[in-house]
């Protein structure tokens, strides 16, 4: 179970899995700080406190970790989900210009590097800590034509296992949730999600459904958990199983 009185931080709270993440660990008992770029009033949230971070940003992922610590005491559960990701189309690799693939890298990966290191001398004080990435099983599908956003997401992979073998030591565990392609409202609202798309995806799968941001809750509750103690550096694959990693 997740304990109680833990601090989580969610960034890209604002919608999609990382809203549902949010919300469900609020409703565990942990005080949610959600952090993202792009708050709607229309949208928001009673169960979490919603902060303006952008997770590019060293200054701006600084300010607001310590704004946690001043309000809550420092961040004990960190779920680095915030990425470019549904806004993305799908393009042939030679198509991608260097500035969109250095962006894409920063804001997906250079963002968990970031978090990571604002949030883990707190963690190291309480020698307590539960870190959780969130990669994508395109990684292990070896999904075409979306070679900036895989390679952002494989070196989650490997900054998971990398990460978790060093802050083992001090009570800390890091592992990633690999979703399978999540009907999020970006998703739905991406030119690309044609129904023909929908259906292969669904046919590729044992549990032929389309795949929700609340399917990913229960693994994150769970790594989040005391139950989930003695896991590090752990890919969990939440797919309805296409892809066996
Ligand atoms: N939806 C899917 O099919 C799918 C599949 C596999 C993995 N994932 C991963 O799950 C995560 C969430 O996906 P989603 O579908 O909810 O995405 P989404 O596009 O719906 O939401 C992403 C959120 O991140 C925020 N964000 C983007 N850049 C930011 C920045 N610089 N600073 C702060 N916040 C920023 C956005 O404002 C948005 O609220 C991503 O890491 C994505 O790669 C999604």
Redesign the pocket.
């Known amino acids: 179970m997740v304990m109680k009185r833990k601090v989580a931080l969610v960034?890209?709270?604002?919608?999609?899995?990382?809203?549902s993440l949010a919300s469900a660990l609020a409703e565990a008992g942990l005080r949610v700080f959600g952090?993202?770029?792009?708050w709607d009033p229309a949208t928001e949230s009673k169960s979490y406190e919603q902060v303006h971070?952008?997770?590019?940003?060293a200054k701006s992922v600084q300010e607001c970790v310590d704004r946690i610590e001043e309000e809550a005491g420092g961040v004990d559960v960190l779920v680095n989900?915030?990425?470019?990701?549904?806004?993305l189309s799908p393009r042939p690799f030679d198509q991608l210009t260097p500035e969109e693939w250095t962006r894409v890298l920063t804001?997906?990966t250079l963002?968990q590097f970031l978090c990571c290191k604002a949030v883990v001398p707190h963690m190291r004080r309480k020698r307590w800590g539960r870190i959780i990435n969130?990669?994508?099983?395109?990684v292990f599908a070896g999904t075409p034509y979306m070679l900036h956003?895989i390679a952002s997401?494989g070196a989650i992979v490997a900054m998971t296992r990398s990460l978790g073998a060093e802050l083992g030591p001090d009570g800390i565990t890091v592992n990633a949730i690999?979703?399978?392609?999540?009907?999020?409202?970006?998703?739905q609202r991406n030119d690309a999600y044609s129904d023909e798309m929908k259906a292969g995806v669904i046919a590729s799968r044992a549990i032929a459904r389309a795949?929700r941001?609340e399917d990913l809750v229960g693994t994150c509750l769970f790594l989040a958990g005391e139950g989930a103690r003695f896991i590090t550096g752990q890919i969990v694959v939440v797919d309805g199983g296409a892809t066996f990693h």
Do not use: F, H, Q, R
Request: charged residues 15%; aromatic residues 2%; hydrophobic residues 45%.
């Open positions: 960034t890209g709270a604002a919608t999609g899995i990382g809203a952090a993202d770029i792009a971070c952008d997770v590019a940003d989900n915030a990425a470019m990701a549904t806004e804001v997906n963002s969130l990669t994508s099983a395109t956003y997401k690999a979703p399978g392609l999540t009907e999020t409202a970006g998703i795949e941001a």
